[in-house]
């Protein structure tokens, strides 16, 4: 393989545009998870933006591009998947076809060990080095809409029935209901941002949006619009007023959900449920083939699915030093989290001393 490595900013136009060519044409050839957004240039060129040592390799063959593997690397030479933590697609872009040697890729980019958590399907070099293999709910909507609301009346009849209620509910007691699909107003955003700050503090994970870049991140690519991909804030209103939103990345042919929140003054009406299944229109709308829920066990993805796509989590590493280290440290940490959330007689306590932990901090400030 001819590999070069450059930093984002240094693609040419011409690398660009292939790397977005061979996303577009992921589907036709049995690889729609490579279409995700958050494999395409324009989520690696935002992270380079907000995070250090953000690199592509370009991999040639008979002078042509085949391949782009976007990175993050240490001054170790430990390597990390582009925004590790909030990215929810990871591997090499490449065209039909295409076989590479990760060892071969890892020591052009110079790194010890390279870290996933969200690996897309059809990564085998890489995914010799999974520890564990998770599923990604989708709702397929190719179809259109109606065929999307037909399916999930089937499956789930009370479930649909009763989140249709609590729409026309929320409009009787709150005010006609709006939805905006594609919201530019900065200013909703902006309340997004804090309803999941919230949420995070109450159930006591970690705030994502107390870390800077990440805020920067998210802002960067709400601006951030072409035809191959977009950032995406969609708004429920009641009466004029913001209950429910999400943020999100589109490619072409995929809407991936990143942040969805809710006021909690409107729970009982369940926003959040109300606002997935508008989406799903207003997606089916814009001729995207699925919605990718992301990985995590979560009751309403479970509700909305119609299957699951697998993603894998691990390591790819050289014979070095720097990587036994750095699996040493981390494999302890990822496998006791992914067995309290995978066993419910661990987990569901687990989540209420967070609940209750996140209650008593929310209750001191």
């Not at 789930?156 to 699909?181: C, I, M, N, Q």
Request: with cysteine; glycine share 10%; aromatic share 10%.
């Amino acid at each position: 393989m001819d590999i070069s490595v450059y930093r984002p900013g240094e693609l040419s136009g011409a690398d660009r545009a292939a790397w977005t060519a061979m996303q577009s044409k992921a589907h036709l050839h049995g690889s729609p998870e490579l279409a995700n957004p958050f494999l395409s240039p324009e989520f690696t060129l935002a992270t380079d933006r907000v995070r250090r040592g953000v690199r592509v390799a370009v991999v040639r063959e008979g002078g042509e591009a085949a391949g782009f593997f976007p990175f993050q690397r240490s001054a170790t030479g430990v390597g990390r998947a582009v925004g590790l933590g909030v990215s929810d697609c990871q591997g090499l872009v490449h065209r039909p076809g295409f076989a590479w040697d990760a060892r071969e890729l890892m020591r052009a980019c110079g790194l010890a060990v390279w870290e996933f958590d969200h690996l897309a399907g059809g990564q085998e070099p890489f995914g010799e080095g999974a520890s564990g293999v998770f599923p990604s709910p989708v709702m397929d909507v190719d179809q259109g809409y109606e065929s999307y609301l037909r399916e999930l009346r089937a499956r789930s009849p009370k479930f649909t029935r009763t989140t249709l209620a609590k729409e026309r509910r929320l409009g009787r007691d709150a005010g006609p209901v709006r939805y905006v699909h594609d919201e530019r107003d900065p200013a909703a955003l902006r309340v997004l941002m804090g309803w999941k700050s919230a949420q995070y503090r109450r159930t006591g994970r970690s705030d994502r949006f107390a870390h800077e870049w990440i805020t920067r991140l998210v802002t960067r690519l709400f601006h951030s619009r072409s035809e191959s991909f977009a950032g995406v804030l969609s708004v429920l209103y009641a009466d004029g007023r913001p209950v429910a939103a999400h943020f999100g990345l589109r490619s072409e042919r995929i809407l991936a959900c990143w942040f969805p929140a809710y006021d909690p003054a409107f729970a009982k009406y369940s926003p959040g449920l109300v606002l997935h299944l508008r989406m799903a229109e207003g997606a089916a709308a814009d001729g995207i083939a699925y919605l990718d829920l992301g990985r995590g066990q979560k009751d309403y993805k479970d509700s909305l699915k119609t299957r699951e796509i697998p993603v894998s989590e691990g390591w790819v590493t050289r014979r070095h030093p720097v990587a036994v280290g750095h699996r040493a440290r981390r494999a302890p940490v990822r496998a006791l989290r992914n067995t309290v959330q995978s066993r419910p007689e661990l987990f569901e306590p687990a989540d209420r001393l967070l609940k209750r932990m996140g209650r008593i901090r929310t209750e001191r400030r």
